[in-house]
């Protein structure tokens, strides 16, 4: 028996050895550590399983709502739509008669919820301050993130996130997330529903 080297047979076993080691290199290459923390936050997020959305100005909160679906997009976490009517000190704390402003709100909110697959829950809630209310109402469903909206619209003594944005920030249990909204974007976005 006789072995004839042929140079086609010679570049044909090389071409075929070199791409195997570099196939295998490949295979067996040791991927850059991630960044210190990258992989908890990327955990941190996918473990929201519940988030509450409360209407405070409708045009900023429709906005708080589509920015809740975005986040929530592929986590399958269950949204809760909050409209907190706050009632002054000199009136009784009752529920108001049905107003339709909020149910319009409360369906707009809702709409944009269903058109990322997403079923929320809607409540209306009355308290003397809606920030307060709403931190009650995080507790008591277990929340895990809030997600507010808010128009660019101050009295002059309040904080740049005004009183209720600004307490529900200080005191909720749970991540808090404020879109503020500039003026010019809240020109674009629909204050009354018709």
């Known amino acids: 028996m006789s072995l004839t080297l042929s140079p086609l047979g010679i570049t044909l076993a090389v071409a075929f050895t070199v791409g195997l080691a570099g196939t295998l290199g490949w295979m067996l290459r040791v991927p850059p550590p991630a ?28 906005r708080a709502v589509e920015l809740a679906a975005r986040l929530n997009q592929g986590h399958k976490a269950e949204m809760l739509i909050v409209d907190v009517h706050e009632i002054p000190l000199q009136a009784p704390l009752a529920m108001p008669e049905k107003d339709p402003r909020i149910q319009r709100a409360l369906n707009a909110a809702a709409f944009i919820a269903t058109q990322h697959a997403i079923q929320p829950r809607t409540k209306v809630n009355v308290a003397r301050q809606a920030g307060h209310r709403i931190v009650e109402i995080a507790r008591e469903e277990n929340v895990d993130l809030i997600v507010m909206g808010i128009s660019h619209q101050n009295r002059p003594n309040e904080s740049p996130l005004g009183r209720v944005a600004e307490h529900v920030v200080r005191n909720a249990h749970c991540e808090v997330v404020v879109d503020r909204v500039p003026r010019q974007k809240m020109a674009l976005i629909p204050t009354e529903m018709d």
């Open 35 to 62: 960044p210190r923390g990258a992989t908890s936050t990327v955990r941190s997020v996918e473990s929201i399983r519940k988030v509450l959305v409360p209407i405070l100005d409708l045009g900023a909160s429709v």
